[in-house]
């Protein structure tokens, strides 16, 4: 019986086959039960390679200056929040599905504008006004 596949939304869908998940000992605080059960979850999915992503959604993912991201643009996200083996694997599969919903919106195109005339008028005038309350506080005296 073949998992379902990560869905991120209506249009894109993750199979499992290109997710990679290794379960290892959590680190910090925790007991005996930290040295014995490996309930962290460490997930790897290369972004770079992946053929479920569109062409522009990777280039997106890609530029992101995220440390999770590896320099073979292998995204590693390691979750250890939670005590279950379970829980931590959902949570790790969440913030992936999180990660790459986050690349799905285009950033909208700044369109480069000139300042005004009075714009500009009126930055120099405040500069002036400036100018001027900094001269009077000289100690020179204008005799």
Known sequence: MPADPLTISPGLAIPESEIAERFVRASGAGGQNVNKVSSAVELRFDVANSPSLPDALRARLLARRDRRLTDEGVLVIDAQRFRTQDRNRQDAR????????????????????????????????????????????STRSWD
């Open 94 to 137: 969440e913030r992936l599905a999180a990660f790459i919903a986050a690349g799905l919106s285009v950033p909208k195109r700044r369109i480069e504008t000139k300042p005004t005339r009075a714009s500009k008028q009126r930055r120099l005038e405040g500069k002036r006004e400036r100018s001027q309350i900094k001269r009077g506080r």
